[in-house]
């Protein structure tokens, strides 16, 4: 228990102080990148500030696997070139049953940034590109006119002339019913619809419904069962198209069903979606990775874990990268965009500490 507590003292301030580093470069980054659009639209300090107070936690969400790996990676090979590695083996204990708890603490850190992003960062992130947007004069408003959505695989036709996301509300509705066939069912027309967050279907005001009659259309008696169906969620009609990196894992879910619903294309959405819930097991990667490099050398250990925590976390991204193209394009599962890169540098990671000296 002592050699947990010696190693965990060693790692925390590394892990700490690389975090707060990592994240404040991210910070300051965007801020240098937008400071001459701020100062000529002449926005306040008050507000510049309040952009990078939402995108902390944003950018402590980057930072946490590099910090991560920089300070296991630093800790473990300061250890080794002060030989205390080299007497933690010569006692009878192995490097890897040493570092068994920090493997145990990066998985159930893998859990926790998922938590992490999916109740905080997400939501700050939103109000940080709004305000943000406001400051550099980008201004995007989420009501629309003139909509037309797709649902039920195409069997049904939402049509409005305005949404007012405020309100929820559709103005001037026209929903067009077709069967497997795409056979005109009905038409049903409403001057305005409400979106019920209870019964999560479409409340309508006024409507009328007609079916085909020969070559013609004719007025009939409102159907329950068609009005029923109207359950297409009210994030859809929003002006601005839905980015699965920026909502949360539910409203992400949401949107692909409409996707799936509306015969669209959402191989890339799908594979976003799991890697919403593969990236954060990097930081469990990571430590892996600085396990299997222990020892490797004695001689400059701060540059050298430096080097490769930028090293590892490049060449993950860059992997990343690839198989979510592929998984974009239909060459492999979205599945598989999203993991295969986590289970590829889990293999590497096993190779490396089975040839690290234990």
Same mark, same amino acid.
């Given at each position: ?92 204990? @192995?490097?890897?049953? #040493? ?5 145990? %603490?990066?998985? $159930?850190? =893998?859990?926790?940034?998922? *938590? ?116 297409? @969620?009210?994030?859809? #009609? ?5 980015? %699965?990196?920026? $909502?949360? =894992?539910?409203?992400?879910? *949401? ?104």
């Amino acid at each position: 228990m002592k050699l947990v507590f010696y190693l965990f003292k060693k790692i925390i301030p590394l892990f700490l102080g690389a975090m707060f580093f990592f994240a404040l470069v991210l910070n300051l980054v965007d801020l240098f990148m937008n400071i001459s659009t701020y100062l000529q639209n002449g926005s306040e300090a008050k507000d510049i500030l309040t952009v990078m107070l939402f995108y902390i936690p944003k950018t402590v969400w980057y930072a946490v696997p590099v910090a991560m790996l920089f300070s296991v990676s630093y800790a473990l090979s300061d250890m080794y070139a002060t030989n205390e590695i080299q007497a933690l083996l010569a006692s009878g204990v @192995s490097l890897f049953r #040493f570092t068994i708890p920090i493997l145990i %603490v990066s998985f $159930v850190m =893998a859990f926790g940034l998922f *938590v992490f992003e999916n109740q905080c960062v997400v939501q700050t992130y939103e109000k940080k590109t709004k305000l943000q947007n406001t400051l550099l004069g980008k201004n995007e408003f989420s009501n629309n006119s003139n909509v037309i959505v797709l649902s039920n695989n195409g069997k049904i036709i939402y049509r409005a002339a305005r949404y007012t996301e405020s309100t929820k509300r559709l103005q001037g509705c026209y929903f067009i019913f077709r069967d497997d066939n795409r056979n005109l069912v009905a038409v049903m027309y409403a001057s305005q619809a409400v979106w019920n967050d209870d019964s999560k279907v479409w409340a309508l005001e006024n409507p009328v419904q007609y079916v085909p009659y020969e070559d013609t259309l004719v007025r009939t008696e409102i159907s329950g069962g068609l009005a029923a169906q109207l359950t297409e @969620s009210y994030e859809i #009609f929003r002006k601005t198209n839905v980015d %699965v990196q920026s $909502v949360s =894992a539910e409203e992400a879910k *949401v949107y692909i069903e409409h996707l799936k619903k509306a015969g669209l294309p959402f191989n890339e959405e799908l594979s976003e979606y799991y890697k919403k819930y593969a990236f954060p097991f990097i930081v469990f990667i990571v430590v892996f990775l600085s396990i299997g490099l222990t020892g490797k050398t004695r001689k400059n250990v701060l540059l050298i874990s430096l080097a490769s925590c930028i090293s590892a976390s490049v060449l993950f991204y860059v992997a990343m990268m690839i198989t979510m193209v592929l998984a974009k394009h239909g060459y492999i599962s979205a599945f598989a965009g999203a993991w295969s890169p986590v289970i590829f540098f889990t293999i590497i990671s096993i190779i490396l500490l089975r040839y690290a000296r234990t």
